[in-house]
């Protein structure tokens, strides 16, 4: 995983794992979808209580949840996020938590019974990052030990709401909002003057433009189904609040703020943008297991299945499973 990338989901990570945080876009995750939990729990209904689980790219630990509510309780999330793992060990406090890439665990050989992964190991890096952390689970899992990864999959439900997502952030991103309100308030706490009255003028007729697509683009919405559509409402409204109300607060308050915003949307972009790179498509999946079966390393694949979110006629997501050889 890219640095950048990396750095935008330790602070997403650190927003989930906050009790009263801040950030308006700590909601990206779908761990409660339905379909997805239906899923983990019809695969770990049947493991013995003895298991050793492994979740890689573990999050908060979605799928560990599942795992500890069925009566399994030898659980451990790998990730390269340091407040993904406090999420999790605050969600499962027995669970163990090693910070770590994907790909290069330092965990013993022949140490899981099962190895998991939601939308994460997807993310790794480059496609030769995906093939090292396959070879990876292969390494730590025992003989008979099997693989099962849900990954994002490039043209599917999930992935072409990252993709509007995006849409809708080149829509702010170019109506030059955030910037404007920022001189507007810089000019609001000059000493009053034509030259500032005249700029004041100027600067507010250009706010009223930029503000009108996203005006436009909100109108209709459900916002308590959209997590960017609360978040850009909160931008329009507290903005508007700051500016009208520019004495009732200091300037390094109010300018900080709209920098606080300006990086919460940076940052979503990139983790939208780092959604999209790593989702699979079928040339992706078939270089892999092509790959896999040239080093010879013992994975017996099942072929892989598409899952599918009820009533959606696209797929959501990519079932990759296999097993060790014994």
């Known amino acids: ?68 509510k069925l009566g399994l309780p030898n659980l451990t999330g790998v990730d390269i996020s340091s407040n993904a793992l406090r999420s999790l060990t605050n969600n499962i406090s027995h669970a163990s938590a090693i910070c770590a890439p994907v790909k290069d665990t330092g965990l013993n050989n022949q140490t899981y019974d099962l190895a998991v992964s939601q939308f994460g190991i997807e993310y790794a890096g480059s496609r030769e990052d995906l093939l090292q952390t396959f070879q990876e689970m292969h390494r730590i899992l025992k003989p008979g030990g ?14 072409e709401g990252c993709i509007d997502s995006l849409s809708q952030i080149e ?56 997590v960017f559509a609360r978040f850009t409402y909160h931008l329009l409204e507290s903005s508007h609040k700051l500016i009208t109300h520019h004495s009732a607060f200091s300037k390094a308050d109010s300018l900080e703020w709209l920098e606080g ?29 092509q790959s896999l079966a040239s080093k010879d390393i013992g994975l017996n694949f099942s072929p892989h299945e598409k899952m599918f979110f009820a009533n959606r006629q696209k797929p959501a997501a990519w079932v990759i499973k296999a097993t060790k050889n014994l």
Not at 151 to 158: C, L, N, R, S, T
Request: charged letters at 20%; glycine letters at 6%; aromatic letters at 6%.
């Open 261 to 289: 915003m300006q990086l919460e949307l940076d940052a979503y972009k990139g983790r939208m943008t780092s959604m999209t790179r790593a989702a699979l498509d079928q040339d992706d999946l078939a270089a892999l297991m």
């Open 1 to 68: 995983m890219a640095k950048t990338d990396a750095q935008n989901w330790d602070n997403y990570w650190q927003g989930r794992a906050s009790t009263a945080t801040g950030n308006a876009l700590i909601e990206v995750g779908i761990e409660d979808n339905h379909d997805l939990n239906r899923f983990w729990l019809e695969h770990l209904e049947s493991q013995p209580k003895q298991t050793q689980i492994i979740d890689l790219a573990c999050g908060a630990g979605s799928v560990l949840k599942h795992a500890l």
């Open 171 to 226: 829509l702010i991103e170019e109506s030059q909002f955030i910037p404007v309100s920022k001189k507007i308030l810089q000019t609001l706490y000059k000493e009053p003057s034509p030259t500032r009255d005249s700029q004041l003028q100027t600067l507010m007729g250009a706010l009223n433009q930029s503000a009108s697509p996203i005006s436009n683009w909100l109108r209709g919405l459900d916002r308590s189904k959209n």
């Open 146 to 159: 099997d693989i099962i990864v849900v990954a994002h999959i490039k043209d599917g439900v999930v992935y």
